[in-house]
């Protein structure tokens, strides 16, 4: 196994389209609150809709040899971004700054896990996002069912803030 690491540019995020969709299906495999919402989710109507309504956006493969294996999509929105026609995702009141960061997407392919690959794609991403001077609020969705992402974001600082949609994404949240 020779793991390696490619920040690619919005233009080559045609990169994660497989693993993004096999997020996709990850997901749906764990949730058992309306696992059916997964079924419109897929790279064209996740990904691409977040990039174009993203300020900045940050795109970080990981590889063994010539295959990706994983990825972390992470990005700088606008806080009313995320109060649209799906879900108001958090209190914009308590926001302090017009803008938060989300680590928005976060897949390695089941056999890559365990080998430390999440901890430097988490790592990467906090430090693309903490550079940021407009941005005091970090965000992490994670889907039902994930029990281990959401002990591993733990783990890393995050906590619960609060659920949405009924239970189908909890919400965990984190400020400078």
């Keep these: ?45 996740r990904m691409v809709p977040s990039v174009k309504n993203a300020l900045h956006n940050y795109f970080v493969v990981v590889k063994d040899g010539d295959k990706a294996v994983g990825y972390v999509y992470s990005n700088i929105s606008p ?17 302090r700054k017009e803008n938060v960061g989300c680590l928005s997407q976060f897949y390695i392919k089941e056999e890559y896990r365990q080998y430390g690959a999440g901890s430097k794609l988490f790592q990467m991403s906090m430090e693309w996002l903490q550079q940021f001077e407009d941005v005091d609020d970090y965000f992490i969705y994670v889907s039902n069912g994930n029990s281990d992402a959401l002990e591993f974001y733990k783990r890393k600082g995050f906590s619960v803030s609060h659920d949405i949609l009924g239970g189908f994404i909890t919400v965990l949240r984190k400020s400078k």
């Design 1 to 45: 196994m020779e793991l390696h690491y490619e920040v690619i540019s919005e233009d080559q995020m045609e990169a994660c389209r497989d693993l993004c969709n096999e997020l996709m299906a990850f997901q749906k495999s764990k949730a058992y609150i309306t696992p059916e919402l997964f079924d419109s989710m897929s790279f064209e109507t």
């Design 79 to 95: 806080k009313e971004a995320y109060s649209n026609s799906f879900a108001t995702f958090f209190d914009l009141a308590s926001v």
